[in-house]
């Protein structure tokens, strides 16, 4: 680096527009100087090393875990472009993810990035909220087209500038999925449920006038109504599960499959199905989205049976290191292999509604409970007879 004295570069990052916004954008970053001191910290750091002050080496504070091969943080400048994993020296065991920009014309190092997440725990005890995080890994490819040996601070604050606006586009985006639910549970609603009603009592009252054609067309607008009303619940069933921040608590998991099958019990007497579940665990969950879970899976499983024969569904559980693991078969029609990703995803449905109902949201909602619940859910694709899906539930 050039001969810049340590006092200019404080007095220069204190006071340029340029280094404040990187900073508001970055809380979790810091500035070198020449010495390789840092001059310069985001508001966050603390958090991580309670300890740290300006002035100091670099050394004193982190120790460089990625790249392996580059000890040195005097050799940064020949490896900018890969990624940096950081070890913070503390009594808080951190590690920081993210890269080293040189800024050539303040011949500074800028490290921008973000904590590395161990557990769902981990924030709570550094004492970090969603907003200490910069979105460092949503523009990696423009990141790295900085080329970083030669960034200036104009292109650093444009980097900055481009997450600042695309943090405000998602915070909008979820804003207008929220209005969205309120719209779908108030003003859509309450139109369609008139609609079903006064086409019932339409049939009902005017029968004698309705010749066969006319019954059938009432038919088709109760029938479409209704669907709407379903597609309607399970959209907001859906947006709320995204959204809701669930409250973990420990769950008799037997108890709550009871609920579960009691509900399903119509279903279950029609097609006279044999349904085995084994001893769980009491589990620490959202039991809410829980049920909903299992309902989604029983449902299907009672849903998509062969004609032929009653459907077989059978639990099975086995209790991991880290995670609880669940097998969810059934002896039912199957799902071949090439639809195992697209399952998952919304309103993707592999049937004609005048064969099974539904509106394709239920595995979608399945995906959404896991993933809050820390786990990963998947279809297994190598079974002979009907669908087994696979699921995780990640110990608390």
């Not at 004492?127 to 200490?132: F, Q, R």
């Not at 005017?206 to 067309?217: I, V």
């Not at 071949?336 to 005048?354: D, G, M, S």
Request: net charge neutral; hydrophobic share 40%; glycine share 4%.
């Amino acid at each position: 680096m050039g001969e810049v004295k340590k006092k200019h570069l404080i007095t220069a990052t204190n006071g340029d527009k340029q280094l404040n916004l990187i900073a508001q954008l970055f809380p979790f970053h810091f500035f070198l100087n020449e010495a390789y001191e840092i001059i310069q910290y985001g508001k966050a750091i603390p958090k991580l090393i309670p300890n740290i002050t300006l002035g100091q080496a670099f050394d004193q504070f982190f120790t460089i875990k990625q790249p392996f091969f580059l000890k040195n943080i005097k050799e940064v400048q020949k490896f900018t472009q890969n990624i940096f994993v950081l070890d913070c020296q503390s009594e808080k065991t951190a590690q920081l993810k993210g890269q080293m920009l040189f800024l050539e014309d303040n011949q500074l190092l800028l490290f921008v990035g973000s904590p590395i997440l161990k557990s769902p725990e981990m924030p709570k005890e550094l004492g970090i909220t969603l907003t200490d995080f910069a979105l460092y890994d949503s523009l990696p490819d423009y990141l790295f087209a900085l080329q970083a040996q030669n960034t200036s601070l104009k292109d650093a604050t444009i980097l900055a500038q481009k997450l600042k606006e695309q943090k405000q586009e998602l915070m909008r985006s979820n804003e207008e999925l929220k209005c969205f639910a309120y719209v779908a549970s108030h003003d859509l609603k309450t139109p369609i449920r008139s609609i079903v009603s006064f086409s019932q009592l339409l049939a009902t009252h005017c029968a004698k006038h309705l010749d066969a054609l006319g019954e059938e067309y009432l038919s088709f607008i109760i029938g479409s109504g209704r669907r709407m009303q379903v597609l309607i619940d399970d959209l907001l069933t859906y947006s709320s599960t995204h959204h809701k921040s669930g409250v973990h608590k420990e769950i008799i998991l037997n108890n709550l499959i009871d609920s579960v099958l009691a509900d399903l019990s119509i279903q279950i007497q029609a097609t006279k199905a044999n349904i085995t579940i084994p001893e769980l665990p009491n589990i620490k969950a959202d039991q809410q989205q829980l049920y909903q879970l299992f309902q989604n899976l029983f449902s299907n499983a009672l849903k998509f049976h062969q004609t032929t024969i009653p459907p077989t569904i059978q639990l099975y559980f086995e209790e991991r290191e880290h995670h609880y693991y669940f097998e969810l078969s059934d002896n039912g029609i199957g799902i071949a292999p090439e639809y195992a990703v697209r399952i998952f995803k919304v309103f993707q449905r592999l049937h004609h509604v005048e064969e099974y109902e539904g509106t394709g949201v239920g595995l979608s909602i399945c995906k959404k409970v896991v993933e809050k619940h820390g786990g990963e859910i998947w279809l297994k694709t190598d079974v002979k007879e009907g669908a087994t899906f696979c699921f995780t539930i990640k110990k608390l």
